[in-house]
């Protein structure tokens, strides 16, 4: 798809939210411009919020904890909510969650417990969207690198993506994509060093 044919093209800065309404049918595509951004992504059923991307049926259904081309995001209600068509960088992250103030404390200090966090874009945005705090939930990673150590733990290590990496998805249903485009100073998902990233639609 060339970009020229898009119906949506926007540039989002690094450590902000974004959300938009991907059409059932639409193809949604997620540049990571300048390589190794982690964005963090939430998924809800745009006329019905209770519904929204679930990672554990995704990953019992595909089998893998890691999202890339052919990945199928299944809902709450076990419905395919989105279809991965095209990944240039495989191994999206659906474990490792978000960075907040909490996350932030335990990991790296009291002292960053004021830092800005992903959950801080997240409240931001549902506050907008007239939704609760307690809608936020599972998020897909795209970009980040969580591989699981030889003990079972999780680790966050230097990204993968390189500049120009994207990651596209067709939508099954009406679908509210809520992005926040992680502002995370503390660990490599960024490379220390938020970037912007770029959004694009298309009608087919």
Request: aromatic letters at 8%; charged letters at 20%.
């Amino acid at each position: 798809m060339e970009e020229t044919t898009a119906i949506y093209n926007e540039r989002v800065s690094a450590g902000v939210p974004w959300y938009h309404v991907v059409k059932k049918g639409q193809s949604i595509r997620i540049v990571d411009l300048k390589g190794c951004q982690a964005v963090d992504t939430l998924f809800y059923n745009a006329d019905n919020h209770e519904e929204r991307y679930s990672a554990s049926d995704t990953i019992r259904e595909q089998g893998s904890i890691f999202i890339t081309t052919g990945t199928k995001l299944l809902s709450s209600d076990d419905n395919v909510m989105l279809e991965v068509t095209h990944d240039t960088c495989g191994n999206h992250d659906t474990l490792g969650g978000h960075c907040s103030a909490e996350s932030n404390t335990v990991r790296f200090g009291h002292d960053k417990k004021y830092m800005h966090s992903c959950r801080d874009n997240y409240l931001y945005a549902v506050g907008e969207l007239e939704m609760s705090p307690r809608d936020l939930t599972n998020n897909i990673n795209f970009f980040m690198n969580v591989p699981v150590e030889e003990d079972g733990h999780l680790a966050i290590v230097d990204g993968i993506s390189h500049e120009g990496d994207f990651v596209q998805m067709k939508a099954h249903m009406d679908t509210l994509v809520l992005i926040s485009n992680c502002p995370q100073l503390n660990n490599p998902c960024n490379g220390f060093n938020p970037t912007p990233i770029q959004i694009l639609i298309w009608d087919n």
